[in-house]
T-cell receptor, first 114, second 109 residues
């Protein structure tokens, strides 16, 4: 089984709808992240969480919210989806060891907002 | 100006060629440098990690860091069609990673 799973893998929604993307991990890592990936812009950080009670905004958090329900679960919500939120969304977990942080990514959710 | 610059490609090479992928960066605070590989419809996976200036080798892959020039490279020897993917450089700053946009590599048989 995959260590980091994301659901759904693909989603089409309409402008104004609320949607939630879910991420689960079995790696036992405290740190979790949400990124979006767009052609020509690379991976951009939306939100991150270093433990269950910690939530931090990334560089592009406007229009998004998150919930860290447990160590293993981190969900991303789009309260009112808009077309420029069409992108590939990745969840990641990480562990910090010896000063080195390695991030492990899920398979991604492809979101299309019409 | 972006903190990390990377040519998006695509870079097309024949099988067996030596590939050079590069990133430049502007922030001298970056300490750790990584290369991730991303296959189509998959999430990125860590390929190489380096800390100091110099070279680090792992099989057919060599990561090179030149902190004085703010320049990092990934070399792939004897490239294979299975190396066809997007390669992203990444650097850490204040416990967060900053990624390049990725270079798409195509290795033809």
């Amino acid at each position: 089984d995959a260590d980091v799973t994301q659901t759904p893998r693909n989603r089409i929604t309409k402008t104004g709808k609320r949607i939630m993307l879910e991420c689960s991990q079995t790696k036992g890592h405290d740190r979790m992240y949400w990124y979006r990936q767009d052609p020509g812009l690379g991976l951009r950080l939306i939100y991150y969480s270093f433990d269950v009670k910690d939530i931090n905004k990334g560089e592009i958090s406007d229009g998004y919210s998150v919930s860290r329900q447990a160590q293993a679960k981190f969900s991303l919500s789009l309260e009112s989806a808009i077309p420029n939120q069409t992108a590939l969304y990745f969840c990641a977990t990480s562990v910090l060891a010896g000063g080195q942080e390695t991030q492990y990514f899920g398979p991604g959710t492809r979101l299309l907002v019409l | 100006q972006k903190e990390v610059e990377q040519d998006p490609g695509p870079l097309s090479v024949p099988e067996g060629a030596i590939v050079s992928l590069n990133c430049t960066y502007s922030n001298s605070a970056f300490q750790y440098f990584m290369w991730y590989r991303q296959y189509s419809r998959k999430g990125p996976e860590l390929l190489m990690y380096t800390y100091s200036s110099g070279n680090k080798e792992d099989g057919r892959f060599t990561a090179q860091v030149d902190k004085s020039s703010k320049y990092i490279s990934l070399f792939i020897r004897d490239s294979q069609p299975s190396d066809s993917a997007t390669y992203l450089c990444a650097m850490n700053r204040f416990q967060k990673l900053v990624f390049g946009t990725g270079t798409r590599l195509l290795v033809s048989p």
